[in-house]
T-cell receptor
Framework: GEDVEQSLFLSVREGDSSVINCTYTDSSSTYLYWYKQEPGAGLQLLTYIFSNMDMKQDQRLTVLLNKKDKHLSLRIADTQTGDSAIYFCAETYNQGGKLIFGQGTELSVKP | NAGVMQNPRHLVRRRGQEARLRCSPMKGHSHVYWYRQLPEEGLKFMVYLQKENIIDESGMPKERFSAEFPKEGPSILRIQQVVRGDSAAYFC?????????????FGPGTRLLVL
């Protein structure tokens, strides 16, 4: 089946860490992605992780993948007001072609 | 290297008119995907095309919607006889190839409003 689930809202204070969680269903996914969407804009690729990895770090971003539980998370360290946006996780379905997106998590960063 | 280009960025149509949305993939990318984002929702896959071929159209509505990616020129998503429920943001993405590096890069989207 095709299903990606995310919590809808997250609110943090500037300087704190944010953790956005995602669960997926397709165990054959090759890559899992995190995209950021600011209001009225397109999707910006933040990072991705190959399915044989457990963790990937890229500056303030850390992606953790638990393949057994089909759980993906994105940690943003030292969250800034400019990080306020909607964050989508996505998986490739059936090894190639379309992406299946979660509903998006709206991150609100308060000063 | 320019990113994925979409035009128009905003499109207003009256019910019953046709909407044509264009997408130029990134240079060197031969795979194009169209997604639709309804208000307050995530993106839903519509269609996946390579040059002159439709690979997967499992997300396309059966009627009124069509897509093409000709040998020359941009990919076109065409919606005939638009209805209010077609109002949404339509995003195009491109990737260099499938089965290897599959990362899709998105355009800025076309926001369609049907009056």
């Amino acid at each position: 089946g095709e299903d990606v689930e995310q919590s809808l809202f997250l609110s943090v204070r500037e300087g704190d860490s944010s953790v956005i969680n995602c669960t997926y269903t397709d165990s054959s996914s090759t890559y899992l992605y995190w995209y950021k969407q600011e209001p009225g804009a397109g999707l910006q690729l933040l990072t991705y992780i190959f399915s044989n990895m457990d963790m990937k770090q890229d500056q303030r971003l850390t992606v953790l993948l638990n393949k057994k539980d089909k759980h993906l998370s994105l940690r943003i360290a030292d969250t800034q007001t400019g990080d306020s946006a909607i964050y989508f996780c996505a998986e490739t379905y059936n090894q190639g072609g379309k992406l299946i997106f979660g509903q998006g998590t709206e991150l609100s960063v308060k000063p | 290297n320019a990113g994925v280009m979409q035009n128009p960025r905003h499109l207003v149509r009256r019910r019953g008119q046709e909407a044509r949305l264009r997408c130029s993939p990134m240079k060197g990318h031969s795979h194009v995907y169209w997604y639709r984002q309804l208000p307050e929702e995530g993106l839903k896959f519509m269609v996946y095309l390579q040059k002159e071929n439709i690979i997967d159209e499992s997300g396309m509505p059966k009627e009124r919607f069509s897509a093409e990616f000709p040998k020359e020129g941009p990919s076109i998503l065409r919606i005939q006889q638009v209805v209010r429920g077609d109002s949404a943001a339509y995003f195009c993405a491109s990737s260099p190839l499938a089965g290897g590096e599959e990362t899709q890069y998105f355009g800025p989207g076309t926001r369609l409003l049907v009056l």
